[in-house]
């Protein structure tokens, strides 16, 4: 009996360690994180969503943040419409998380520390990337959204669609 779980738990170990390196870290807490930094004191209107969560709009002054923390279960996916006050005709939307390992480490800052920075600028929307050290624009305001990537060896001022 004791030789099958030893057995079992060198299995269970080995998923663990695959999960890690191919496969999105299902099961896990991640955040996502709204900031304003637009400038002429202008007001973010933020409203993000999933298939099975609709978080209320919320308004970020200048400098604020707007977070929100969820499990990666296999089809999780958020999605963030921003709008640029005080008439908020200027706008974007897009996937703000997406369980791929692509997407968490290529564009985000990977699990550690867990949290996928989107940062609203007068340019337009940039992520927190550890590639770059820095931010990296992805999103310009009041332009068709497609689902980016970050290419591997690029530089910060550019970015690719996905076909």
């Not at 991640?30 to 978080?55: A, G, M, P, T, W």
């Not at 337009?124 to 992805?138: D, P």
Request: aromatic letters at 18%; hydrophobic letters at 35%.
């Amino acid at each position: 009996m004791g030789k099958y779980l030893l057995c079992l738990f060198f299995i269970l170990l080995s998923f663990d360690s695959i999960n890690s390196y191919l496969m999105p870290p299902l099961f896990r807490k991640f955040n996502v994180e709204i900031v304003n930094q637009l400038e002429f004191h202008k007001i973010l209107r933020v409203h993000c969503k999933s298939k099975s969560h609709d978080f209320p709009i919320t308004y970020l002054n200048i400098g604020e943040s707007f977070q929100f923390k969820f499990t990666i279960f296999p089809k999780t996916l958020y999605w963030c419409n921003l709008w640029q006050g005080p008439n908020y005709k200027h706008y974007v939307v897009f996937a703000a998380f997406r369980p791929d390992k692509d997407f968490i480490d290529g564009t985000c800052t990977g699990m550690h520390p867990n949290v996928c920075r989107w940062t609203a600028k007068e340019e337009g929307v940039y992520v927190r990337n550890k590639q770059f050290e820095g931010e990296y624009f992805m999103y310009t305001w009041d332009a068709p959204s497609k689902i980016r990537k970050i290419p591997v060896n690029a530089p910060s001022s550019e970015s690719e669609f996905d076909s």
